[in-house]
């Protein structure tokens, strides 16, 4: 008998280890409980992400297309996010300044002095911050702008 | 004269009527796979790990996510070669993740090995398998194993240990019969080295 057959036949009786019946009998319970516990617990990303990997699994030799596919949804989807931000970063402030840390978009127009019968008496007497007299004499403390 | 030339006949996939209703949302179907097949995996990714604990861990998550590929599964190999892949793969991909030795966590011997031919000639004749008792033989032969790569080992377990032919083997590693001869050569040369007090006469 060839020693190599010698050998074979040596590992065979591991064949011989194996759990109790009951082992194989309570399995399928098992594993019925460990798919509920999943589902409850699993995070929709992190299902997400495995189902992802499932899905490009059997691409095979087009593995790397279907990477470079989703790269370039990504890269579309980063540039229209920063388009949308930029938009937003470029309105003018509230005093009517512009941010100059942003890229030039558009100039804010300035604001336009609002006519006499809105301010009948002449501010430029009066500061921002300080008292002004009404019709009657009396004191009115202006609004800071 | 043409000559026909025989065809061969592709032999029908025991589980396809089973595989066909789980993926129709048939659990009760799924679970009678699960059922049929538990055994044979338990004991390829055992004598792969040497671990029970682990093993059993493997083959919930094995089952998991064979439930989940399912309805990929276009049946150009049989049912049981692509589950037994894919519990090749997670296996070795375990083990590869496992960077230090796990201790050995093995199950016990069942009474069958009493009247193992194998084992009874073998004891008849090799006085260091006869002095051994059945426990020391199950860590010496634990030991070896775990000394092979988890690739030799694997080969080793579906050959020796399971009774798989060469081609089939090939198939569920998605390497050629050539390969897997050369591998279950050199294992072998390893495990004579490793076990050489087990044939001396």
């Known amino acids: ?145 | 004269m043409i000559k026909s030339m025989p065809i061969r006949k592709r032999k029908p996939d025991a589980d396809a009527d089973l595989v066909a209703r789980a993926k129709d949302g048939d659990t009760a179907a799924f679970d009678e796979l699960v059922v049929k097949h538990t055994q044979k995996l338990y004991g390829l990714v055992y004598n792969m790990t040497s671990n029970h604990e682990d093993t059993h861990d493997l083959l919930q998550d094995i089952f998991a996510k064979a439930y989940r590929s399912l309805k990929r599964f276009r049946g150009k190999s049989s049912f049981y070669t692509w589950i037994y892949s894919i519990s090749v793969n997670m296996t070795l991909n375990f083990l590869k993740k496992r960077k230090r030795r796990q201790a050995m966590s093995l199950d016990d011997v069942d009474s069958g090995i009493h009247n193992d031919k194998d084992f009874i000639e073998m004891t008849s004749k090799v006085d260091t398998i006869r002095e051994v008792s059945i426990g020391e033989l199950q860590k010496r032969l634990n030991e070896a194993m775990m000394k092979l790569s988890d690739d030799h080992r694997a080969v080793v377990t579906m050959y020796d240990i399971q009774g798989m032919p060469h081609k089939e083997i090939s198939k569920i590693l998605g390497v050629s019969e050539g390969t897997v001869r050369s591998r279950l050569f050199y294992a072998h040369r390893q495990l004579q080295n490793f076990l050489g007090d087990f044939r001396k006469p």
């Open chain 1, 1 to 145: 008998m060839s020693e190599e057959n010698e050998i074979s036949r040596l590992i065979r009786l591991k064949r011989h280890e194996r759990p109790s019946e009951d082992y194989f009998e309570g399995f399928v319970k098992e594993f019925h409980s460990r798919q509920r516990s999943e589902l409850l617990r699993g995070s929709t990303r992190g299902i997400f992400f495995e189902r992802l990997a499932t899905y490009t699994a059997d691409f095979g030799g087009s593995r790397m297309l279907a990477g470079a596919g989703l790269a370039c949804v990504a890269g579309i989807a980063v540039l229209v996010i920063r388009a949308g931000s930029t938009e937003v970063a470029n309105a003018p402030t509230a005093d009517g300044s512009m941010d100059r840390s942003m890229p030039f978009r558009v100039q804010p127009e300035k604001p336009l002095p609002l006519p006499e019968e809105i301010m009948p008496y002449p501010t430029d007497i009066y500061p921002a911050g300080v008292q002004k007299v009404n019709k009657e004499g009396d004191l009115l403390l202006l609004r800071e702008f």
